[in-house]
């Protein structure tokens, strides 16, 4: 069922980016199908009878789920063309993942109840910051291609199938209100992540942070979302600033968890907590 599940949702997340901007209800109706496939197919990764199975490929496949999702949500207010041809070709890849790169089980036997809690909204946080990260890198892209477009004054016969994607995107004021409001959410999620994972080390472990490169690299996260909060809320910053503070970031993030895990389960074949 799970292979099924992964190999169908792949295939529609294939067939979208082809289907024309015309037939755009039919785009976003199979877009939603496949988006539901996914979701069914992640359940199935993570869940066994009595324990959890995490991996860097179900975290980094539940990120890119929740990219789709905004692309879904936002498409509804403006047209959001351009990221169906940049997102839907990385779910296809990353819905099959888990297939290759299952992750380790982890016992919920002995752990407290808020362990499960814990993992579910560190993958909502890690996700929804992978898609601000995502976010501010199209936004660089956006705005090169603007300056190289203003200079060049390329016709649209000659565009590749990035520019026109490019093309199709929201006005960059736009785009960054769009970063915010993910940075905020993925940042509420974060700060419940280290609150609940603060309660499970003192339930289980007996101290309120284990010292670690996962617990300083995301604490390090942590402090550079909060003040890149601060500096838009306080002081009005935008721009190139804003876009390195939220890649600097989400690498903080990613070293914590996929890349530590893709190290660990990929190269040295070794399970993770």
């Known amino acids: 069922m799970l292979m099924n599940f992964s190999l169908a949702a792949a295939l529609l997340y294939v067939i979208c980016p082809f289907i024309p901007a015309s037939r755009h209800l039919l785009g976003l109706g199979l877009t939603a199908l496949a988006w539901c496939l996914h979701g069914l197919a992640l359940a199935l990764s993570v869940h066994e009878p009595g324990a959890l199975r995490i991996g860097f490929a179900v975290m980094w496949s539940s990120a890119i789920w929740i990219s789709v999702l905004v692309y879904l949500v936002e498409n509804r207010n403006f047209s959001l063309d351009g990221l169906r041809i940049l997102v839907l070709p990385q779910a296809a890849i990353t819905a099959v993942m888990p297939l290759f790169f299952p992750g380790s089980i982890i016992a919920l036997a002995y752990k407290p109840a808020m362990f499960p809690w814990h993992i579910g909204i560190a993958l909502l946080a890690y996700g929804t910051l992978t898609v601000a990260a ?140």
Do not use: C, N
Not at 174 to 183: Q, R, T, Y
Not at 193 to 212: H, M, N, P, R
């Open 134 to 273: 995502f976010h501010a890198l199209v936004m660089y892209v956006q705005d090169f291609h603007l300056h190289r477009r203003r200079g060049a004054q390329r016709g649209a016969q000659t565009q590749s199938w990035l520019e026109k994607a490019l093309d199709r995107l929201p006005a960059l004021l736009k785009m960054e209100h769009i970063l915010f409001l993910l940075v905020s959410l993925g940042f509420v999620f974060l700060s419940l992540t280290v609150l609940s994972g603060v309660i499970f080390s003192e339930q289980f472990l007996g101290v309120a942070f284990k010292w670690d490169h996962k617990t300083i690299l995301s604490l390090l996260s942590w402090l550079l979302f909060a003040i890149l909060l601060i500096g838009r809320h306080w002081r009005g910053w935008r721009g190139k600033s804003v876009l390195r503070m939220t890649l600097f970031g989400f690498l903080s993030l990613l070293l914590a968890y996929v890349g530590s895990r893709f190290v660990l389960e990929v190269l040295l074949h070794r399970s993770v907590l």
